[in-house]
């Protein structure tokens, strides 16, 4: 069975399956099944609703010991265990449908929207060999020794917005959006007076990625037209005058006579963009939302800033700005010993994984010191996120910083939470300097 024709067979086929297996200690008859019933559909809307996006971690922890692996309603795998993600970003068999496999999620005609055609043609959503070859001739354009060559450049923008703050403010227009959007528009190479246009683009292109629908598009899809265009004239004039930018390197990257083609480097581009923007925004909002919430660590960040490195990887566990990464399985495999068909839908919750006892000693505490911590906040295997060193050192300058510059920054009012699930953060997050 082609994997189109298995795709179509299972998604809202929805009938749970049993597997019998032998449990040698005890040597009797255990069930191992994919769970699928009424609680469990009702169990996941329940996360879809505001008050789940409030807290989802009390429903992640009855759906992790519900059962490893949980079909949806709309017949998707749901995996909630630590090491059912892990092995679920790592398993060779399991990767992505392309576009047309999946008729994309009611679209069929998804090529025609100039926001699909950008967003499902970057190597996120790609599987080897078109993935590694896209990841290695940008990883090599990427590298970490050039991210902490961004350290000076990160501590003068951090030390810029930080001079213009002060009173009530909300942080995530003033500081944790601006932050990321700054510092990889220096990255790239894009002019600063054209930066300003990328916060609202970026944010009406990500809406098909979010809830795909027709409106969704509609929004979208002007976004899109305008980025690419945006882009490929900056590819070009980097190609006639290149600089010391990331587009640059792209431009002129490739071995064995392997380059990007115009639409890789645009699409390279845009992905680089929307994939280092509103992460890290969310991970500077979750991280001092937490620390309101932990005066103690607070104080522990602001004033021992060597503490950052483990501080933000615990944060990240805390609360990650990626809840859910998407996958399919490409062949039949298993999880946790369970039987999985090639074709299903699989969508493993980072989240749920990163509060997972079997995993993390006590996962509900915030621990700023807590030892061989390994979220899954970047996700794992050949997807792992590129941009990590990027934002971990961002958010690694920007705590300490911003606390150190005002010791009495206070919440000043209700947050408000982003009505999403994939993604995990604040639209606004009112805060006084002190
Ligand atoms: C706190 C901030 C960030 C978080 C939590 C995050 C999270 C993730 C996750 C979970 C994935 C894996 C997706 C999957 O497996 O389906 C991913 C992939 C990726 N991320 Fe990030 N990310 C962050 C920041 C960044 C930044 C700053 C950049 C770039 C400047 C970036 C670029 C990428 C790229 C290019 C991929 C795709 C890698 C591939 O498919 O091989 N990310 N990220």
């Given at each position: 069975m082609s994997i189109k024709d298995a795709i179509a067979t299972a998604v809202g086929s929805g009938k749970p399956r049993a597997v019998a297996s032998l449990t040698p200690e005890h040597g009797e008859i255990t069930v191992s099944s994919i769970l699928e019933s009424p609680e469990i559909h009702r169990l996941l809307h329940d996360l879809t609703t505001m008050v789940g996006r409030e807290d989802p971690y009390a429903w992640y922890g009855k759906l992790r010991s519900a059962a490893p692996i949980v079909r949806a309603e709309d017949g998707a795998l749901v995996v909630s265990r630590y090491a059912d993600c892990h092995a679920v970003m790592r398993d060779p068999r399991i990767g992505h449908a392309s576009p047309d496999q999946l008729a994309?999620?009611?679209?069929?005609?998804?090529?025609?929207?100039p926001s699909l055609r950008l967003l499902l043609?970057?190597?996120?959503?790609m599987n080897p060999p078109d993935h590694t070859r896209l990841r290695r001739l940008v990883s090599g354009a990427f590298t970490p020794r050039r991210v902490q060559e961004l350290r000076p450049a990160i501590v003068a923008i951090v030390d810029d917005l930080l001079d213009r703050m002060s009173g009530d403010l909300d942080f995530i227009d003033a500081f944790a959006f601006p932050l990321p959007v700054t510092v990889i528009g220096e990255l790239l190479g894009i002019p600063l007076a054209d930066r300003p246009q990328f916060q609202s683009l970026i944010h009406d292109l990500t809406q098909v990625a979010e809830v795909l629908t027709a409106e969704a598009l509609a929004t979208a899809d002007p976004a899109a037209v305008t980025i690419r265009d945006y882009l490929t004239g900056l590819v070009e004039e980097r190609r006639t005058k290149p600089g010391t930018d990331l587009i640059s390197a792209l431009v002129a990257t490739g071995d064995d006579g392997d380059k990007l083609t115009e639409d890789e480097l645009v699409g390279m581009a845009t992905l680089l963009l929307f994939a280092g923007f509103e992460t890290t925004t969310n991970l500077l909002g979750n991280a001092l939302a937490a620390l309101f919430e932990h005066p103690d660590d607070l104080r522990l960040m602001r004033d021992h800033p060597e503490a950052a490195p483990a501080a933000v990887e615990e944060l990240l566990r805390f609360d990650?700005?990626?809840q859910i990464v998407s996958r399919v399985t490409l062949q039949s495999t298993q999880i946790d010993g369970i039987p999985v068909a090639a074709g299903e839908r699989l969508v493993a919750y980072l989240g749920a994984g990163n509060r997972d006892p079997q995993r993390f000693a006590d996962p509900d505490r915030l621990l700023l010191?807590?030892?061989d911590n390994a979220p899954l906040s970047f996700g794992?295997?050949?997807?792992?996120?590129?941009g990590a060193p990027l934002a971990r050192l961002e958010a690694q300058v920007a705590l300490p910083a911003v606390l150190h510059r005002f010791p009495r920054l206070a919440p000043a009012g209700a947050a408000q939470r982003r009505d999403s699930l994939r993604i995990r953060g604040f639209l606004s997050l009112p805060v006084n300097t002190g």
């Open positions: 994309y999620l009611g679209f069929p005609n998804w090529s025609d929207h043609n970057t190597m996120t959503t990650s700005p990626v010191d807590r030892s794992g295997g050949i997807h792992y996120c590129l």
